[in-house]
């Protein structure tokens, strides 16, 4: 059902870029294993050409693991049946249940030798901001046949010191296009890997790092969207790998020619794919592009009853590279919308954050940016409307509970059951203003609820397995067996049972945070992932240790138990 609002084409979307498009559809994903999961069955699949630009990409990172990949003993038929209604053809299939590993340089070289037209476009980061080195994953690619150009466009004098190109993007064939928060990517020796299951468990097999430990557990977001929004997402890739081939006088041949507008589907959806571009970055128009400050602005001015959100940032104050709020300039957008989210809390609404304990700079702005909302509405945070999480898991090793943020790098936004959005931007000067990023924003009541239920139910521990890439399938209305789609819709009427109410919800959060928190200081097992964001004067106010730069919540690591099940 579409949500209802007073005129949806004028109060929710930005202006001066992409269109409003009706008839696209969009399907979230939750987590790295979902995501890159469906992304590799896409290019596996992939008939013309296969666009990608990030970040970051590690070529020999693998997109499917464990019974992912050749499925369950016994199961193998049921995989090909799924492989089959999804649209592989019987090579495709073969190539797939061939057991070689499904990994980011083999799966686009099988697409390469299949006569498929694969690019790729990356950051040309600086070995000062990133675990990764672009030059030599560009050189893994081109040595399976991909083209692969790196893009140095954040690069001047006329830029923010440590502006970055942070788009997370993939086209198929003109028809699909990913987008949100997930690069294909492992950094700093296995440290920073963006696969990841929802229980995020402490430790396991299918996560290593090179000391044989796991990396911190991830939480992320990403969509697929189908329809003609996604042409919107390969004009932005076009437009940037041209500026690039035409910038650096590359052969005329690279350049890459529009294409049709992918054919309407059926979806009650109002979607917007946004962006972030800076001044001087890129040569075709406009010149600047605030299209994700935009759109968190006026759907920010248009809470009525609640906001959900999860970010790996909440900054007031721009970083410059020192974790010092005071030595950072002011935010315009993010003062907006600070001032927006106090002025909806006054008005009595409810807000809801998810943010990292331990995020990799800038802890510090997030306590000052909590801070200031905290003080635009006292009443909200007395009356239990204001609320701040973390992540964490747990695993009891040698006598004793160990404890470990779940990393949140997830930029997803739900206001009132009615809009959402989800991309690489995050909620700091950069993801509004300063770096290249790229969001879709959607007005549809069925997708924002299934959103948030299903993020507050992988929190509170009441999914496992695969529940929530089931639900995913059931509202994106992509292929299940009959046995799935029954268990996909009796689950999500369950879950609607518990969290349809966003205010209910908000309060089971609360009681299972701060239950966490006691079962942390009794050194007990975590129920759920659930945790109170502290800043260091809670944490000492519950005498918990602190540290400045990294939160609360981390225990040693023990090394991973190769026996363990895979």
């Known amino acids: 059902m579409q949500a209802e609002t007073n005129n949806p084409q004028e109060h929710w979307w930005a202006e001066g870029d992409a269109p409003v498009r009706t008839k696209s559809r969009v399907t979230y994903f939750i987590d790295g294993q979902a995501t890159m999961l469906t992304m590799c069955r896409y290019f596996v699949k992939a008939r013309r050409y296969i666009y990608l630009a990030n970040w970051g990409m590690t070529p020999g990172m693998e997109l499917v693991r464990g019974t992912d990949h050749l499925g369950k003993p016994g199961e193998q038929e049921k995989l090909v049946t799924a492989l089959r209604a999804e649209g592989l053809t019987e090579a495709d299939i073969a190539y797939w249940m061939g057991g070689q590993p499904l990994s980011v340089q ?8 299949k006569g498929v037209e694969v690019k790729v476009l990356l950051w040309k980061c600086s070995n000062l901001f ?25 690069e001047g004098l006329l830029h923010h010191p440590i502006e970055s190109l942070h788009q997370k993007i993939s086209v198929v064939d003109g028809n699909y296009a990913f987008v949100g928060g997930v690069d294909p990517l492992i ?69 890459i020619p529009a294409h049709p507008i992918p054919p309407e589907v059926d979806s009650p959806s109002i979607v917007q794919v946004v962006r972030t571009i800076p001044q001087h970055t890129y040569h075709f128009p406009p010149s600047i592009i605030r299209g994700i400050a935009q759109v968190y602005q006026k759907a920010t001015q248009n809470i009525r009853r609640f906001i959900y959100l999860e970010n790996q940032y909440f900054w007031l104050h721009a970083f410059f590279g020192i974790d010092l709020p005071f030595a950072g300039t002011d935010s315009l957008e993010m003062e907006q919308n600070i001032n927006n989210l106090g002025q909806a809390l006054r008005n009595g609404a409810a807000a809801t954050l998810i943010l990292p304990d331990h995020p990799n700079v800038g802890r510090a702005f997030s306590d000052e940016g909590l801070a200031r909302l905290r003080a635009e509405a006292p009443e909200a945070v007395d009356e239990g409307r204001l609320e701040a999480f973390c992540l964490g898991t747990s695993m009891h090793e040698q006598g004793r509970e160990l404890y470990r943020p779940i990393y949140v790098h997830a930029k997803v936004a739900v206001i009132d059951d009615a809009w959402c959005t989800i991309g690489s931007g995050n909620l700091n000067n950069r993801g509004m203003a300063d770096d290249t990023e790229l969001n879709i924003a959607a007005l549809d009541s069925e997708l924002a609820q299934a959103l948030r239920i299903s993020l507050q139910s992988e929190h509170l521990g009441l999914v496992q397995g695969d529940d929530l890439l089931a ?34 919800a908000m309060r089971l959060m609360h009681e299972c945070a701060w239950d966490n ?14 945790l109170p964001y502290l800043t260091q004067e809670e944490a000492q106010y519950q005498g918990v240790p602190f540290r400045e730069e990294h939160g609360w919540l981390e225990s040693e690591l023990p090394p991973v138990k190769q026996e363990e099940n895979l």
Request: aromatic share 8%; charged share 25%.
């Open 517 to 530: 928190l006691k079962r942390f200081q009794a050194n007990q097992p975590l129920h759920g992932h659930l």
């Open 130 to 154: 990133s675990h990764y080195n672009p030059t030599e994953a560009q050189r893994q690619l081109a040595e399976r046949g991909i083209t692969c150009i790196l893009d140095d466009s954040s």
């Open 187 to 255: 950094e700093k020796e296995g440290e920073f890997d963006r696969w990841d299951t929802p229980d995020h468990p402490f430790a396991t097999p299918l996560r290593r790092t090179s000391q044989e430990t796991t990396p911190h557990p991830w939480h992320d977001a990403h969509t697929l969207i189908e329809g003609p929004a996604a042409a919107d997402v390969e004009t932005n890739f076009r437009q940037r790998w041209n500026d690039v081939v035409e910038h650096h006088r590359m052969s005329k041949e690279l350049l």
């Open 471 to 504: 639900l995913s399938r059931l509202v994106g209305k992509h292929y299940q067996s009959q046995d799935e789609h029954m268990y996909a819709e009796q689950l999500l009427s369950s879950l609607k049972g518990k969290l349809a109410d966003p205010l209910v």
């Open 106 to 113: 083999n799966v686009l070289a099988y697409a390469v030798g």
